[in-house]
C-alpha cells in the first residue's frame, strides 16, 4: 500500500475570525446563500421603490400589491395557507440566522499555528482518519482497522486476529493517542478504541 500524504489546506481569504494561534474555526464564505438573499433583497426593494416613485408622481399604484394588500386586510389570521406562508418565512429567516453565526467547514480541523504571521492551516477528518488507520494497522495483531475522526473524539474499531484483546486494544489506543499528538490540531480528540476477534 502507497504511503498517503496527508494535504493541508491553507487559508485563502479573509473569511477567519481570529488571530494567529487561537482556537476559532475556519468559516465558510457562504457565497450561494449570501448571493441569493441579496438578490431577492435587491428586487423586492426595487419594485417597492418603483411603486412608491410611481404613487407619489400621480400613477396609480401597482395592481398586485392593492391586491395583496386588500386581501391581507380582510383575510383572518386563522386561515391555513397564511400561518403556512408565516411558518416558512420564519424558518427561511432562522436559518439565515444559523448560516450567519455559525462557522461552518465542520470537515476542516484548524492545526496548530507556529509563530506569529505563519499561514494558518487544517486538515481534513478523511486525511486525519487514514493516517490515522495507517498507525493503527502498524500495531501488531491488528488485521484491520476502521477509524471515524469527528470533531470531539476518535472513534476506532479494530479486527485482531491473535494476541489478547486488552493488549491490542491497549497498544492501538497508546498509537492512537500519539497519533492524533502528532497530527498538531489545535484540539486534540479524545480517542476510544474497540477491539473485537476476527
Request: positive net charge.
Amino acid at each position: 500500500m502507497s504511503e498517503y500524504v496527508p494535504t493541508l489546506e491553507a487559508e485563502r481569504e479573509p473569511a477567519v475570525r481570529d488571530g494567529p494561534g487561537t482556537r476559532a474555526r475556519f468559516w465558510s464564505a457562504r457565497r450561494v446563500p449570501a448571493a441569493l438573499t441579496a438578490a431577492v433583497l435587491l428586487a423586492g426593494s426595487g419594485l417597492l421603490l418603483y411603486d412608491v416613485v410611481a404613487v407619489r408622481l400621480g400613477h396609480p399604484g401597482m395592481g398586485w400589491r392593492r391586491e395583496l394588500a386588500q386581501a391581507l386586510a380582510q383575510r383572518p389570521l386563522e386561515q391555513v395557507w397564511l400561518q403556512v406562508g408565516a411558518g416558512l418565512a420564519v424558518a427561511l429567516g432562522l436559518w439565515l440566522v444559523v448560516l450567519a453565526v455559525t462557522p461552518g467547514l465542520r470537515a476542516l480541523l484548524p492545526m496548530r499555528a507556529g509563530e506569529a504571521g505563519a499561514v494558518r492551516a487544517g486538515l481534513h477528518r478523511g486525511a486525519a482518519a487514514l493516517v490515522l488507520r495507517e498507525r493503527a494497522m502498524a500495531v501488531p495483531g491488528v488485521r484491520a482497522a476502521r477509524v471515524r475522526v469527528r470533531r470531539a473524539r476518535v472513534k476506532v474499531r479494530v479486527v485482531s486476529h491473535f494476541r489478547e484483546l486488552d493488549d491490542v486494544r491497549a497498544d492501538v489506543g497508546e498509537a492512537m493517542r500519539t497519533g492524533v499528538r502528532d497530527l498538531g490540531l489545535v484540539r486534540e480528540p479524545s480517542v476510544a478504541v474497540r477491539a473485537e476477534r476476527g
